[in-house]
């Protein structure tokens, strides 16, 4: 594990967001309670935050990855306040209650892959490497790219290249992949690469004419979009009253989806105003949006992957998370 180095982004600016307290009385830093890393990677921003916290906290650490796992847990082995889920940050809340844990100071996601998992040829996350097209942040359950794209028709392999990848040449990109694959598999990351450099040739400064296609389809074969938008509402009720929720995220279609989530929780009105209902009947605000936080220049120099990085904030209000769902 340790061949493969990561950076953790915006380290200092999301363990201090999540500790601050805006109370009336002034800014207070907590160094006790209960936290959740949903992403622990290989745990920069747990190990981050465990050095912000008292004997008396708890850390909560979920990854889909069994090599992230078993970084977090040499972690518990050290630290005692740690506790080890392999399991998506889908199950968090259930995952949470079966341990009698039903509120939180703060909660952390980095989305998207790491530095690692893209590093390690063998995981098929990166068209810089060759290694078998597999993608999937959990190589104990699902299918790979590579046998997706085996069976996919046409149609579907453009929707997902387009809608996740954002990219303008999906239809083109999906006819040779469909072209190819009579001829012979498309097995590993060059077999693609191959594939889409073929028909995009590179027309983006800086970016590799793979880049969108390969995003595409870890997004779709790890359901990464869905999960984070299913599981928000669940982060939320979590959060005990000043409870802060930090997101980092690499791309607009996760970033557009963590804006609208936040907003949703802060102007419920604008989610109810077609009921027939009263100004005062009106569901309250239980999240309130706090910063946008962009790596800064230094940082960007000493880590490229973290220029397209962007961290959201959010903080819980004191509106009962019922006041919501009853409408």
Not at 78 to 104: G, T, Y
Not at 126 to 145: A, C, E, N, Q, Y
Request: aromatic fraction near 8%; glycine fraction near 4%; hydrophobic fraction near 40%.
């Amino acid at each position: 594990m340790s061949e493969f180095k990561h950076k953790p982004v915006l380290l200092r600016e999301t363990v201090d967001t999540l500790l601050v307290r805006d109370l009336c009385v002034g800014k207070q830093y907590l160094n006790s309670g209960i936290f959740v890393d949903g992403t622990f990677g290989r745990g920069g921003h747990s190990i981050e935050l465990l050095d912000n916290l008292d004997d008396r906290s708890k850390l909560f650490v979920f990854d889909k990855d069994p090599d992230a796992i078993k970084s977090a847990n040499l972690l518990s082995l050290k630290d005692n306040r740690v506790q080890v889920i392999h399991s998506s940050f889908v199950k968090m809340k259930e995952e949470l209650l079966s341990r009698n844990i039903d509120k939180v100071d703060g909660i952390m996601l980095d989305l998207g892959v790491s530095s690692p998992q893209l590093d390690n040829p063998c995981r098929g996350f990166s068209f810089l490497h060759k290694g078998p097209l597999d993608m999937r942040m959990d190589t104990t359950r699902g299918i790979s790219v590579a046998k997706w794209l085996e069976k996919a028709d046409l149609n579907d392999i453009r929707k997902v290249i387009f809608e996740y990848g954002e990219e303008r040449f999906a239809t083109k990109i999906a006819k040779e992949i469909v072209a190819r694959r009579k001829i012979k598999p498309i097995c590993t990351t060059t077999d693609l690469v191959d594939c889409v450099s073929s028909v995009v040739h590179k027309n983006e400064k800086g970016k590799h004419p793979a880049t969108r296609t390969f995003q595409a389809l870890r997004i779709y074969i790890n359901n990464e979009l869905e999960e984070l938008s299913s599981s928000f509402p669940s982060f939320v009720e979590l959060l005990k009253p000043y409870g802060r929720l930090a997101v980092i995220s690499f791309h607009s279609l996760e970033d557009r989806i963590v804006k609208r989530m936040i907003r949703n929780f802060e102007y419920p009105s604008d989610v109810y105003h077609k009921l027939p209902l009263m100004e005062n009947e009106l569901p309250k605000s239980i999240l309130r949006s706090l910063e946008r936080v962009f790596p800064k220049d230094n940082e960007i120099l000493g880590n490229k992957r973290a220029r397209s990085a962007v961290l959201r904030v959010a903080e819980r209000t004191v509106v009962p998370f019922s006041n919501f769902l009853k409408f």
